[in-house]
């Protein structure tokens, strides 16, 4: 079970930091993601990290700007989002699995309900 928060509406150019809670203690064996889907288009990979979270792994439109970390105590995983821009309105999913394969895929065992951000120009 995944519950993302801390998305809303922002200017471009600003930080934004979302968060996705687990509630299983077997939290720390699963690779987590980042997707979001933007009006009229499909839903797309934003950012995995690993179940270890040493490593990690981006979109290229984000890398350097979002960065993804996890507590593997508080079962959280975290988006932070910076140098926001209009094209990064979306609604983001939080999503997980055992396998880094399937990751940066629909594939992924489970998935939050989404948090929109919304990045005003």
């Known amino acids: 079970h995944l519950v993302e928060s801390g998305g809303g509406l922002v200017q471009a150019g600003d930080s934004l930091r979302l968060s996705c809670a687990a509630s299983?203690?077997?939290?720390?064996?699963?690779?987590m993601a980042w997707f979001r889907q933007s009006p009229g288009k499909e839903r797309e990979f934003v950012a995995a990290i690993d179940w270890s979270g040493t490593g990690d792994y981006y979109e290229a439109s984000v890398k350097g700007r979002f960065f993804i970390s996890r507590d593997n105590v508080n079962y959280m995983v975290y988006l932070q989002m910076n140098n926001v821009q209009p094209e990064d309105t979306a609604i983001y999913y939080c999503a997980g699995d055992l396998n880094w394969g399937r990751i940066t895929t629909e594939l992924n065992e489970y998935w939050g309900q989404g948090t929109q951000v919304t990045v005003s120009s």
């Open positions: 299983a203690p077997t939290f720390t064996d699963y690779n």
